[in-house]
């Protein structure tokens, strides 16, 4: 089992910044992903950024750009670093942990994010 304990959600005028942090615990071993998705009202939830074990990122086009994210594979945790923020970004965002080895999937709570025009 691995628990993920997200942070650093809030409200922010446009153009402002957040950072999410997610922090990994349990059994984690082997390579895996880590990553944020979001899921606006009446939306599907979307893949936003992730990163693997090793360095790799991938982000949504819509973010390419404005968002960076980042880990500590040391601490087990990873970042989002979001820059420029818009209204259309506001979502609830969910950390998400992928075992390659175990293919296993976890996430966290959510955390609110709010961008007002």
């Known amino acids: 089992q691995v628990q993920l304990v997200e942070s650093g959600g809030g409200l922010v005028q446009a153009g402002g910044s957040l950072r999410l942090s997610c922090a990994a615990s349990?059994?984690?071993?082997?390579?895996?992903?880590m990553g944020w998705y979001r899921q606006a009202p009446g939306k599907q939830r979307e893949l936003v950024a992730r990163i693997s074990s090793g360095g790799s990122a991938n982000y949504a086009d819509s973010v390419k750009g404005r968002f960076t994210i980042s880990r500590d594979n040391a601490k087990n945790t990873v970042y989002l670093q979001m820059n420029s923020l818009k209204p259309e970004d506001t979502a609830v965002y969910y950390c998400?942990?992928?075992?390659?080895?175990?293919?296993?999937?976890?996430w966290g709570q959510g955390t609110q994010v709010t961008v007002s025009s």
């Open positions: 349990g059994s984690i071993f082997g390579a895996n992903w």
């Open positions: 998400n942990f992928f075992g390659v080895l175990s293919q296993s999937d976890y």
